[in-house]
């Protein structure tokens, strides 16, 4: 399968023509055990990688179950273990969050499908498809890196190895879309 496509202002960042961040929202149900890992290892790579525009990284959960927390315990040990600085407090997706991020980046089908109604919010007059802005994690990865997978799957049920599992996916998928970031304007 394909990478998505880039959102029309997306690439006028990585052109040069726009010198705002490019901004990219992690989203996963309850913003405590997915999306903060994957903003606080996006964070991380970032800052060792030549060659990337200006990257402002968030999370925000569908739910609001968690609003305020930090992120689950077994999300900080493993970023513990893995040497990553955490990131930040559970927040829910506000309507807003189409308008300011170039990317929203979900984990599961469920999650897309969550975003996908609520970008109705914002459809406007001369606003670009907010709809382009949606993906899933691993659409970015490296198809060889996950084969026939999709979804980095909801751990908060699991155990320590479902927690690792997600790092392993979100790695990839991390390193895929930085890969493309760093190639600028392909489509
Ligand atoms: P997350 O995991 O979406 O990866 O943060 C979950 C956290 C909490 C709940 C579900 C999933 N919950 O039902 O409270």
Redesign the pocket.
């Known amino acids: 399968m394909p990478q998505p496509e880039f959102p029309v202002r997306l690439k006028e960042k990585l052109q040069g023509g726009d010198p705002d961040p490019v901004k990219i929202l992690f989203v996963?149900?309850?913003?405590?055990?997915?999306?903060p890992m994957a903003e606080a290892m996006m964070i991380h790579k970032v800052k060792s990688v030549m060659g990337l525009p200006e990257i402002e990284v968030d999370s925000a959960?569908i739910g609001d179950?968690?609003v305020g927390q930090s992120p689950d315990h077994r999300t900080l040990s493993l970023l513990e273990r893995k040497g990553i600085p955490r990131a930040s407090y559970a927040r829910q997706i506000k309507p807003g969050d189409f308008g300011t991020f170039d990317l929203v980046i979900g984990?599961d089908e469920a999650n897309r499908r969550d975003l996908l109604r609520l970008t109705d919010w914002r459809v406007g007059i001369n606003e670009e498809d907010p709809s382009r802005k949606v993906s899933l994690a691993l659409e970015w990865a490296d198809p060889s890196s996950h084969p026939g997978r999709i979804e980095v799957p909801?751990?908060?049920y699991g155990g320590t190895k479902d927690f690792e599992e997600v790092y392993t996916l979100l790695d990839a998928s991390l390193n895929g879309l930085i890969a493309r970031l760093q190639e600028g304007n392909r489509t």
């Open positions: 996963c149900l309850g913003n405590i055990c997915r999306s959960g179950w968690h984990m909801d751990p908060y």
